[in-house]
């Protein structure tokens, strides 16, 4: 099985006693799943001399992390990233998931020209939506303002019709109070 990590990458380490630092990729053993970092997960060892020549003491060196445990550092935006794939010119060319970039270097131009024609294409089509944007802005406006007239003059001619009925009826019923008063003076 493949990893997306390669010898002379720059990771960082993600997860483990020595989280946060950085280093060179030294070594990788994709059988494994391994990649040595340089100056990451420093080990002690004892050597035994083993002739008079050799000498003997205690040795400091990188042991294999996990690859689970690094992430590569894109050249471009510098962070920390997980690792897309894209078929540029019929090979496969990992990518940078966070600017799009080729963490690959042979095939770096290529892809930022692929990245700036889509740019070009997309900038074209938000050109494109604004523009049918204003056009419909411009006349939602007027047919707007002539809803808006509409439904002023119409809660208006509801206010009058409902004053003039109020007054309508306090008309009547003042009639009718006026009148039974005159029937009961009348029929004293």
Known sequence: MKMNIKKGDLVLVIAGKDKGK??????????DKKVLVEGVNIVTKHKKPKSQQDKGGIIKKPAFLDASNVQVICGQCGKATRVSH???????????????????????????????????????????????????????????????????????????????????VKKTAGATKTTQKKSKTESK
Request: charged fraction near 45%.
């Open 22 to 31: 950085s280093g060179k990729v030294i070594e990788t053993n994709p059988k």
């Open 86 to 168: 894209k078929v540029v010119d019929g090979k496969n060319v990992r990518i940078c998931k966070k600017c799009g970039a080729s963490l690959d270097k042979e095939f770096a131009k290529t892809v930022k020209k692929e990245a700036k024609k889509a740019e070009k294409a997309v900038k074209t089509v938000k050109k494109d939506e604004k523009a049918v944007e204003t056009a419909n802005k411009e006349e939602s406006p007027k047919a707007e303002k002539v809803v808006a007239k509409t439904t002023k003059s119409a809660s208006k001619a509801e206010e009058n019709k409902t004053q003039k009925s109020a007054s309508t």
